[in-house]
């Protein structure tokens, strides 16, 4: 099972018009199976946060296909692409993006409530992730009164509401000091050795290195 191919990269090409043209990827081909945790680093600029955005649906590419298990997302309509990213992407940003004056658990609530899941159920699921991620004692506590690990650690929890098929976090570490990161880390790999989640990771911190099993180097838009 594990070696199902979860993600299917075919010669993406991202040129960005906005001023003069940045060829920001140049013919990125990659598989990423399922429970897979692969790494992309690379430079500042290199295009990763692109790659990323592209593999998530959250940006068109140029050129170029993207396959989540078996569909091809590059190919689906507006509103088609946007039910698939709530069901199968869980995403975890570089600066948090949490609610500050929600809880961590009405963080995670939202999650589940979009998806469906409402009242005592999400209330639950919600508290069950948290306390999964060593966060029981601060479920109750405003998101803006959380240090930087507990809060990345809350929108994991977040990203997976639901279950997704993968996560797709961008430089999920950087605002990290090097404790906070290792166990930001951990998680991630743990969770996909667990539950099969495929991971998704770019960063420019060598130091994250250690709990992907796949690395790649994005460097000037080419792998
Ligand atoms: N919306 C945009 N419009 C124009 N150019 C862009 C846009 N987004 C990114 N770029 C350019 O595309 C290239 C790749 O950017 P990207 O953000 O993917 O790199 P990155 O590897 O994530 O960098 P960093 O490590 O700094 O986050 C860069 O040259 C960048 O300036
Ligand atoms: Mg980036």
Redesign the pocket.
Known sequence: MLDKVAVSVRDLR?T????KP?H??KGVSIDIREGEMLLIM????????????IIGGLLTPTAGSVAVLGSEITRLRRKELARFRLRNFGYVFQGFNLFNAMTGAENVELAYNVRGIRGRRARKASRDLLAQLGLEEHANRPARDLSGGEKQRVAIARALAGDPCAILA??PTSQLDTENGAIVTNILSDLARKRGTTIVI?S?DDRIRRGAEHVVQ?DD?RL
């Open positions: 991202m960005y018009t906005s001023t940045v920001a990827l690379g430079p500042s600029g290199s295009g990763k946060s692109t790659l990323l955005s961008d430089e770019t420019h994005l838009g």
